[in-house]
């Protein structure tokens, strides 16, 4: 009779409330976008609406986040904004094919135990966690350099995480394990000209406004000292918030209990020169034409031949995560919605005219605004490379026209679209990860993680934009 007599505690978290709160930010959302003044045409405030609903489904409810993509995406459909014809035909973008591609190649890895042999050697000495988590940050930066794209390096990255839960000393390490995966691989980006599609568009449109030619190695100057900041920051944070206290000094142990046989290890060499040939040939993509997703494709084809696995085809492909698949092909969708119907060009309007026009000639000002518009702009626009296709020609340049120097604006543009780390839709590095081995992460601990790392990237992206590029620009 006691236990019948407490009280239930006041709080959102229970069914009826969070629905009725969820409803009711719902209707105050569509009310208010769908009586925007007639500046935003109908399909721009249909597609704004359509986001702003994906995010409170994503934020506020228990629903799968690929249930609320899609469900927004059909919406999107039936209310014309997107035909059918696009939506079928998202299904044969290169990113999904890539992912496909990718995760083959993933079981086909884990099956063999290479991974297992090439994280040995940083285990041998059974290092402690934090000083491992720096070291393991500091790696994936360096393949930055080596492979085109944050999804190319998800992809591969994906069997090393694989292989290093088994000999992490705690179960409860695997989470903040899983999160520095995505979170170096995306802030690490910026280092490299070929680190994301983005880089390319800024440092065309930097030629195109300047004059100025920003090579491999300019970029690296301007970008590799930020990248590695933020990278670090990022993976500290996380030790901070996501590792339990006397963990951060726990022992990994062992990637390899013995010897590996002579049959298995001739198959691990196999794979390897299947692997170095995929990255030789992503690298080479100039000269002979073949894109990321064919070339992953043919890779994964010649994997599943018998001198590379002895698992049936069908058995691998069991392992191809569709659920994430669909999720990718909608946030695509979401985001091309956005920039179709020009709701993104809409907002970064806003965003101008919302500073002060005794500011436009502070470059604190100036930078701080464009950082913070750079920084957030994932909470609207999925798309790396489709963020800075919208900040450049709509924020950075428009800015660049007050007087200040159009090179460091739209560095400062494409920089900020480095942190995309809020939700699962936000990047796929992060999606990729939160389902690798079960459910390593969720959106609660998105949250945790972005509500301290945005405002220190947001501080690092300003240091950088007032005192350190100023001067190199200037000399180059």
Known sequence: MQALATPIPRQFSLPGQRAIL???LAGALGWAILSLPQTLAWPGRVALLAMALAVLGWTLTRLPESLVALAVVLGLVLSGVLSETQLFEALGRELVWLLLAAFVIAAVIKDSGLTQRMVAPLLRRQPRFAAFALVLTLLIAATAFVLPSTSGRAALLLPVFVALVPVLPDARLRRPLALIFPTAILLSAGGSLIGAGAHLLAAESIRAATGLHLGYAAWAMLGLPFALLASLTGTALILLIFVPRGLHGARLGMAEAGPVPAPQRRRQHRIALVLGIIVAMWLSADLHGVGMAATALIGALVLLTPPFTSRKSKEIFRSVDVELLLYMTATVLMA??????????WLAGLTLESLPESLHASLPAVALLLAAVSVAAHLFVTSRS??????IPAVA?????????????????VMGTGFCQTMMASAKPVAIFAGAEGDSFTQTDLFRLALPLAPLVLALLVGFALIVWPQQLAQM
């Open 386 to 391: 489709a963020r800075a296709a919208v900040l």
């Open 397 to 413: 340049l428009p800015l660049a026209g007050l007087g200040h120097d159009a090179a460091l604006m739209i560095l400062i543009a």
């Open 336 to 345: 091309q919605a956005m920039t179709t119907t020009g709701a993104d060009r």
């Open 22 to 24: 969820t409803l009711a």
